[in-house]
Structure formats: structure tokens, C-alpha cells
């Protein structure tokens, strides 16, 4: 499940609301009611998690066990936000924010083809939604060097593959860390594995066991500054068990939570990143239907704990593989949509905004977006065959006159075709297919591109996208 936009490399290369007190335990029906929830930061002013706005002014923020100010927070982050969820549609107020990346530690075995890398023995995969520190060049794998040591955010699969949703460079001085689960404890050596790596605790700091250590299955968040990359061996100095929505919220409060399925034994009984999950007749699916729920896929769960622990679902809503992506110039902008490429493109309060502009704004959202902007938008044909996309990501970037298109391959005539109905003439361009890299000639691609997905770069004119570059894109994305 990896994601690769063809050309993306050459685009980037080119190229306060009001302030309130509360107590989260309280669930005053004047203020709202009491929320714990799990989820990435999607965008600034305050802080956007799963679709709701949560006003941080009051709020105590921390990041990686450090209190930090908001300016410290990105975009792609993992955040878990306790606080208030008004009666105003996707609005709220936080009493805390924190944030805990998967893991910080040297990257090593990056490989930029199959979009992966190893960080402290966890496996991380590079995503369609992955963010990039603002400081690795072209925004990809490309712009990471071994052993820089970053920061990942993101969400665990059934494999242990951490799905990145933001890579970074750490602070200077940070601590090394892994979040993971406790697998094959040995209490007599004072170790314990997080996937494939192994943690020494013997002169750790331990905090909020109730046996006084470890045990399997527990959620910790381990640090340290010594790793041993030959053994693949953390010595650590404070293990910590993690908190999490379901085990921090008060009685009664909301659950939400963002994350991959990670057990799936029927529609009524699953876990997403670990959390026990089940729906009623009663359970609002969003984006597709119960059928449509299995191992690995992505899901917003909302609702509320019952006696057990089980996270009783009211809705879920189902994220949509980004296999659409633009860029290009914007020529028209409104309140909920911007025209790029002629294309619609649409946002809601689960889409991520990121500037990677010199403007460099943080609070960016689509009113910062001007006419003429140059942007990149990954995302999906919402609804299905309407031409308009529903943006998961939306990027502005540096001035570029190259353009990119990608998505389902629909037949015309040759040496043209379509994408969203955007005709592509290839008169000009070259032929590649993505798993093989091998050069193909027109006849090759036009006969093998039907029922695949395809990518396009070139120069945008009039409502046509003259091609320089076209490939058939036959990877798993996400």
C-alpha cells in the first residue's frame, strides 16, 4: 500500500478564534459535551482533528512528553486531544493536545522506489498521505539522507508498517523514542520487542504500570539516546504505558478515533488501532457501507464506550484511497472549492492544508489560496463520476508552468485520452510503465493503459494538458 505520484519530485523542485476556560470531566449541556479523540492534524486556527475545529487558547499542549507552544505542532501530526465538543457543527474546545510520533531515531534503509525506510527496527511506508518536513528537499524519500535522524508520525497496520503521515527532521537534542506494543517480554533480562526491535529497560524509569512493569500487549512509549543499529537494540531510560482516548476520557465522553482496522472478525466486531469497536443498526456509514469494512482499511469511528470497553460506533466514516492528484495553476477560487486544471476540487474538515509555498503560512487554509497559486491536490472523485474531486490533501508550492495529472485511464482517440475528463495529448511525450521503468512506445501504452491508472506531466493549455511524460502507475496506493 504505497504511493507514488509520478513527477512530484520535479513539480516541488520547480518550483485565533475566541478564547474560553473548561474542565474536560465536565459536560455542562450549556458548553457541550465532554470528547477524547485520536486523530491528524489536518490544518491550523486552532487545531483541526477528525473534521472539528478545537480552539487551543486554553488548552495545555505537549509534544513528545515536552510542553510546547501550538507553533510547535504540523501538519500530518498525530495528535490526542481531550477537551469539549460544542453544539456548533465542528466546533470545540481543548483542555490538552498531545502529540506522540511513532518513533524519532536515524533513518535507515530508505528506498525510494518501494517508498519505505526503517526508523529504530520499525518499518515505515510512505503514504499519499505522508507530509514532509518543510527542510527535505522535494517533499520525498529522494530528499532523505541515512541517518538523519526525523521524526514519523503516523498509524500502525496489521504488519507493524507504520502508514507515515508526517516525516521530519528532529530537534536538535531530542530524544530518541518508539511507541509501539510489548511482545515477547523476558522479565529476568529487563527486555521486551516492539516489532523488530529490541528494548533494553534494565535501568529505565517506569511509569503507569499497574504491576510495576511491562507486561505484553501494553502500549508504551519508550526514550532513550543509545541504539545499537548492528543488534537493532534501544537501551532505554523512561518507559512510559501510552494513554490513549479510550483510557484518558472522562464518563460519558465521545470517543473519536482515526486509525487502520487491525483485527476484523465481522462487521460488529473489530479493532481499530487496537480499540474494540462494534456497530448497531443504528450506525451512520459514512462513505461506503459496513461491507466495505476489513483488515487494513482507514476509518473515523465516533461514539461512545460501553460497560465493557467496547467503543459502541453512532458513525464511521470510511477514507477513500487518494488516486486522484492535480497540479497546477488555480483559476478560480470560491469559499468551498478552487478550479485547478479545470478540474472542481473540493474540501471538507478532514481535508489536510499545507504550504510549502516561501510563504511558508501556517494557519493555511483554502482562503489563503489565490488565483494563480500553484497547488497540488491528492485526492478522490467525489461523487463518483462527477468530474469533481474531494481534496484529502491540498498543497500550495513554489510557482511551477509544469503541470500533473493522475487518475483512471478513459479512452478517446490517439494520441489522446482522458483523466476526469481532462484530454491529455501525448503527440509529444514519452512512455513509461511504473514497475518496470522500461521505456514503451505509444502503441504499447494505449494497448495496455485501459482499466489502470495513469500520470501525465506536462504544460497545461487552454483546457488541454500537452504531455512530456505519461505512465501507467500499476502500484497499491493509499
Not at 474536560?24 to 459535551?33: E, K, L, P, R, S
Not at 488548552?59 to 507553533?71: D, L, M, R, W
Not at 484511497?321 to 479545470?342: K, R, Y
Not at 505509444?442 to 495513469?454: D, M
Request: with cysteine; proline share 2%.
Amino acid at each position: 500500500m504505497k504511493l507514488r505520484i509520478f513527477a512530484l519530485t520535479v513539480l516541488v523542485t520547480l518550483g485565533g478564534c475566541g478564547s474560553g476556560s473548561m474542565s474536560g470531566g465536565n459536560n455542562a449541556a450549556g458548553n457541550g459535551v465532554a470528547v477524547a479523540t485520536s486523530g491528524v492534524i489536518t490544518a491550523f486556527g486552532s487545531v483541526y482533528v477528525n473534521g472539528v475545529r478545537y480552539d487551543v487558547s486554553a488548552a495545555q499542549i505537549q509534544k513528545n512528553g515536552n510542553a510546547v507552544t501550538q507553533a510547535a505542532l504540523s501538519v500530518g501530526e498525530v495528535a490526542m486531544v481531550q477537551g469539549v465538543q460544542l453544539a456548533t457543527a465542528g466546533q470545540g474546545r481543548a483542555d490538552s493536545v498531545d502529540v506522540e510520533d511513532s518513533v524519532v531515531g536515524p533513518a535507515a534503509n530508505i528506498n525510494v522506489a518501494a517508498n519505505t525506510l526503517d526508523v529504530l527496527g520499525q518499518h515505515v511506508a510512505v503514504t499519499a498521505t505522508t507530509s514532509f518536513g518543510s527542510s527535505i528537499s522535494t517533499s520525498t524519500l529522494a530528499g532523505l539522507t541515512s541517518g538523519t535522524v526525523v521524526e514519523v508520525s503516523g498509524l500502525m497496520d496489521t504488519t507493524g508498517t507504520i502508514l507515515a503521515t508526517r516525516i521530519a527532521p528532529a530537534e536538535s537534542g531530542e530524544s530518541l523514542q518508539v511507541l509501539g506494543l510489548v511482545s515477547g517480554l523476558d522479565a529476568g533480562a529487563h527486555t521486551f520487542m516492539i516489532n523488530g526491535l529490541t528494548v533494553d529497560f534494565s535501568a529505565a524509569a517506569l511509569t503507569g504500570f499497574a504491576t510495576g512493569q511491562p507486561a505484553d500487549g501494553d502500549l508504551v512509549v519508550v526514550r532513550g539516546a543509545l541504539f545499537d543499529a548492528t543488534a537493532v537494540k534501544f537501551t532505554a531510560t523512561a518507559v512510559r504505558r501510552a494513554a490513549s482516548e479510550t483510557s484518558e476520557a472522562p464518563a460519558g465522553a465521545r470517543i473519536e478515533r482515526e486509525g487502520l482496522i487491525t483485527r476484523f472478525s465481522s462487521a460488529t466486531d473489530f479493532d481499530v488501532g487496537g480499540v474494540p469497536v462494534t456497530t448497531t443498526s443504528a450506525t451512520v456509514v459514512n462513505g461506503g457501507a459496513l461491507t466495505d469494512l476489513a483488515l487494513n482499511v482507514q476509518v473515523e469511528v465516533r461514539g461512545a464506550l460501553n460497560a465493557s470497553g467496547v467503543l459502541v460506533a453512532d458513525s464511521i466514516s470510511i477514507d477513500h484511497v487518494a488516486v486522484m492528484a492535480l497540479a497546477g495553476a488555480v483559476s478560480a477560487v470560491t469559499a468551498t472549492t478552487l478550479t485547478v486544471l479545470g478540474v472542481t476540487v473540493t474540501v471538507d474538515g478532514n481535508t489536510r492544508f499545507e504550504d510549502k509555498s516561501s510563504a511558508q503560512v501556517q494557519m493555511f487554509t483554502l482562503s489563503s489560496i489565490n488565483v494563480g497559486d500553484t497547488v497540488l491536490v491528492r485526492g478522490y472523485e467525489s461523487p463518483a463520476g462527477s468530474g469533481t474531486v474531494l481534496a484529502v490533501r491540498l498543497e500550495r508550492l513554489p510557482p511551477s508552468t509544469t503541470a500533473l495529472v493522475r487518475g483512471p485511464f478513459t479512452a478517446t482517440t490517439a494520441p489522446q485520452f482522458k483523466i476526469l475528463g481532462l484530454v491529455v495529448d501525448t503527440s509529444n511525450a514519452t512512455f513509461s510503465a511504473e514497475q518496470t521503468h522500461h521505456t514503451e512506445t505509444s502503441a504499447q501504452f494505449f494497448a495496455a493503459a485501459p482499466g489502470q491508472i495513469v500520470a501525465a506531466t506536462g504544460t497545461f493549455a487552454g483546457s488541454v494538458l500537452m504531455a512530456t511524460s505519461v505512465q501507467i502507475d500499476t502500484i497499491e496506493n493509499r
